[in-house]
């Protein structure tokens, strides 16, 4: 495991002293996402796997633990192993495709 | 302040972003060989970038004062033409003496293509071979995971690889771990919206500890931003973190892993 660094000192931190950093910033964010879903509420067609997975993680915002950014991330994370014969594009979407 | 931008593709960015940047603390560049946004059709445009990476690319940024280093591969975007990249790796041998070269990279994967995966065992062939530091750069977004895994398997399977010579980039919070618990370096990309912003970075930071780990902003001709790193710093110390601390992160770190390469000097002794 990696050793301790000066950087880790967080133990002292306050939740009140972190929403003072960081409340308006996460406020604002969670506002524009309430207003995606809004727009894409008044968008026609069938929605596509990218919003399916951001759908998928809403709950894990709700979970308990510190490790929810880690969690999402595996959720829309390729879960195959072994290597593709060959790709049919260079970029990636954001979501694993074949995510339920 | 000072920092070292360890990851800046500086050929695609303006003598402004220089400037920003040596305003900003900066004291050493390093540049890895990448993709240009679209695929050179052939290996004499790889040899003309090569020139471009440790002749020229130096001499524009000593006109702001920064020393420039770089690194030599063909990227995991264009290693799916096998042709092409035999031709490509054929030239690196000619170009890794240079005094500004400090190893292969950035190599690794794009899609986890089983040709990518070729090429990256020749790139750690030859990274073996002249005695090379080694930077990856690892899959976007949803590749990430499966290819950081795949490419550390190809790390771990050679006998000869030392994990403490290879920095694994762009990790996340869902990679970082497994990069440093297997013994190697890490390095956090800031940007604007894929990879990590500034504030998410710190975090990693904190909960990790920092001990083998570096922060870049990997700019290139894309959206992205030269002085990404110095507003992590900015955000370490809203949250009161030392200069200390963050000197040992932001100079320190990089300085460590670097000085493996004979090539590469402490800009802080350059001055003195
Ligand atoms: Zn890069």
């Known amino acids: 495991m990696s050793q301790p660094h000066p950087l880790t000192a967080t133990a002292g931190r306050s939740k009140g002293q972190v929403a003072d950093l960081h409340f308006m910033d996460a406020r604002s964010k969670l506002l524009d996402l309430a207003a995606f879903l809004d727009r894409l509420e008044r968008a026609t067609g069938p929605e596509d796997h990218r919003v399916r997975g951001l759908r998928a993680a809403l709950p894990l915002l709700l979970a308990a633990g510190d490790d929810r950014v880690a969690k999402i991330l595996h959720l829309w994370s390729d879960p195959s192993s072994a290597p593709i014969e060959k790709a049919d594009t260079k970029s990636a979407s954001g979501v694993w495709p074949g995510i339920q | ?272």
């Not at chain 2, 590469?264 to 350059?270: C, E, S, Y």
């Open chain 2, 1 to 272: 302040m000072r920092y070292i931008e360890p990851h800046g593709h500086m050929v695609s960015r303006t003598t402004d972003d220089y400037q920003a940047m040596a305003m900003a603390g900066c004291a050493a560049i390093c540049e890895p060989a990448f993709w240009a946004g679209f695929d050179r059709k052939s290996a004499d445009g790889f040899y003309d970038y090569f020139c471009q990476l440790t002749q020229h690319e130096p001499k524009r940024a000593a006109k702001f004062g920064l020393p420039h280093y770089c690194w030599l591969c063909i990227n995991p975007k264009e290693s799916e033409d096998m042709a092409l990249a035999q031709d490509v790796l054929s030239l690196i041998p000619q170009f890794i003496n240079s005094p500004t070269v400090l190893g292969i990279g950035e190599i690794g994967l794009n899609k986890n293509t089983r040709n990518e995966m070729k090429v990256l065992e020749q790139h750690i062939e030859l990274a073996v071979k002249y005695d090379q530091l080694i930077l990856v750069h690892t899959p976007h977004l949803e590749d990430k995971r499966k290819g950081t895994r795949l490419i550390m398997q190809v790390l771990k399977s050679h006998p000869k690889v030392r994990p403490e010579r290879v920095i694994i980039d762009h990790v996340e919070e869902h990679t970082i771990a497994e990069v440093l618990d297997a013994g190697f370096w890490a390095g956090i990309t800031l940007y604007p919206e894929s990879k990590a912003t500034p504030t998410r970075a710190v975090d990693m930071l904190e909960n990790y500890a920092a001990q083998r780990v570096w922060l870049n902003s990997a700019c290139d001709w894309g959206v992205s931003d030269p002085v990404a790193v110095p507003k992590a710093v900015v955000e370490m110390r809203r949250r009161g973190h030392t200069a200390k601390a963050i000197d040992s992160l932001v100079y320190g770190n990089p300085v460590r892993f670097l000085s493996q390469s004979p090539n590469f000097k402490d800009p802080q002794a350059l001055l003195s």
